[in-house]
């Protein structure tokens, strides 16, 4: 199967289904932080190659609810409606199956609310990060190791001290901290649940 992962730097989904004998290739205006199979470019421009699955991540900085104290500056400014219309264009892609992943933001209620929302702890890697998938033609992901949370992949919470579970938020727990593209990468439980899944 030809496989596009948009938005995708890390490699780490692209590598998931090239280890399940697929042909995966990863876009994105930055390089691949692992060698395989990349193109480094505006995913636009690849659209209408022949791909049989795409697997989009597109940047969630203008529509993660994380970030809403902001929204009014970028609504004003158009950033935010320029990051939907292009998650709209990916959604408009003539691929007959798509998944979207992103935070819980915006999209909920500009795009339409997620399929299914999905967590990291659910695939065996041990934090809480919320993330929504919008599919069509694709089943939902269904966990494959649950495991408990020991903290929160990023702060957004003002909460302080340990939940009531145990885990802790990432502000607790200092080397944990990453920036925006350590943030940004998906879990390699999920990457592999969604080549095995959807593969």
């Known amino acids: 199967m030809k496989v596009l992962i948009a938005c995708e730097f890390s490699g780490v989904v692209r590598e998931a289904f090239k280890a399940k004998g697929h042909d995966a290739v990863s876009c994105d205006l930055l390089p ?17 190659e022949g791909w049989d699955m795409m697997i989009a991540f597109p940047p969630c900085t203008h529509l993660a609810s994380s970030g809403a104290q902001y929204w009014p500056e970028k609504q004003k400014d158009g950033r935010q409606q320029e990051a939907i219309d292009f998650v709209y264009r990916l959604f408009g892609a003539n691929i007959n199956r798509i998944a979207i992943e992103n935070p819980v933001g915006i999209l909920s209620t500009k795009v339409c609310r997620p399929h299914q929302i999905i967590q990291p702890y659910e695939f065996g890697d041990p934090y809480r990060k919320k993330t929504c998938l919008w599919l069509w033609n694709l089943p939902a992901l269904k966990p494959t190791n649950i495991v408990k949370p020991i903290a929160s992949w990023h702060s957004g919470s003002s909460r302080s001290g340990p939940r009531k579970d145990g885990s802790r938020k990432i502000s607790d727990l200092p080397a944990l901290h990453g920036n925006s593209r350590e943030r940004s990468r998906t879990f390699p439980g999920i990457a592999e649940a969604m080549a095995a899944q959807w593969g």
């Open 32 to 48: 691949s932080e692992q060698p395989g199979h990349h193109i480094q470019d505006d995913v636009e421009k690849h659209l209408n």
